[in-house]
């Protein structure tokens, strides 16, 4: 079953705006990821937070991670023009690399 | 980053026939590799789990007989699609996970879009 539920599924954003998605999920994790997949490629990973973390910051990327609500958000800040592609959060459950699941995703546009 | 890569990028083949799929991590040796299919707009859906050297393990729900994996060395892993069909026209995504360097991310290669007939 899908671990991750991506919220919105759709985001449209003006540049240099800022853009927030949100993961929800179901079960324990390991640690949790950010992926980006432009239209009919292959994946990008992005960040990886571990569940003992809250927040990490990779460039323009913010993520935050609160096990007791069992939800992360991803922030990119000053949105660009490229930034435009679906993003998926992906759950490794705690014991290690199986079943890692994917959410359904984000699909962002940034407007130029 | 650790580099993985697929082949073919894409296939068009007809109905009935098998195609295989190659996924290769160039830069590093992947104890464990997975294979994902993605439809259209929809995310990825973990097929089958693959270790070096051992049968893979599958996902409720994936035929092990119509999707053939073999993960014969730590840099390679193959899924043979048998006696394809239209409804297996979809994206195949791979990707390869390892001891150090990696850590415990999945790198993902550029994935193949297969297209039967």
């Known amino acids: 079953s899908q671990q991750g539920e991506e919220d919105p599924q759709a985001l449209s954003i003006q540049e240099g705006e800022n853009a927030t998605m949100n993961c929800s999920y179901k079960?324990?994790?390991?640690?949790l990821q950010w992926y980006r997949q432009n239209s009919g490629r292959g994946l990008v990973h992005l960040i990886l937070i571990r569940s003992n973390e809250r927040e990490k910051h990779s460039g323009r990327l913010r993520v935050t991670l609160d096990t007791s609500k069992k939800s992360s958000s991803l922030l990119i800040t000053a949105s660009r023009a490229a930034d435009t592609a679906s993003y998926f959060c992906?759950?490794?459950?705690?014991?290690?690399?199986?079943?890692?699941?994917f959410g359904i995703g984000t699909k962002l546009q940034v407007i130029p | 980053g650790a580099v993985v890569s697929q082949h073919p990028s894409r296939v068009i083949c007809k109905s009935g026939t098998s195609v295989k799929i190659e996924c290769r991590s160039l830069d590093f040796q992947a104890t464990t590799m997975f294979w994902y299919r993605q439809f259209p707009k929809q995310s990825l859906m973990l097929m089958a789990t693959s270790n070096e050297g051992s049968k893979a393990t599958y996902e409720q729900g994936v035929e092990k007989d119509k999707f053939l994996i073999n993960h014969a060395s730590l840099t390679l892993s193959t899924l043979t699609v048998t006696s394809a069909h239209p409804e297996d026209s979809s994206f195949y995504i791979c990707?390869?996970?390892?001891?150090?360097?990696?850590?415990?991310?999945?790198?993902f290669g550029p994935g193949t879009r297969l297209t039967v007939l």
């Open positions: 079960t324990s994790i390991n640690n």
């Open positions: 990707s390869a996970a390892g001891d150090s360097p990696v850590g415990d991310t999945q790198y």
């Open positions: 992906a759950t490794v459950p705690s014991g290690g690399y199986q079943k890692v699941t």
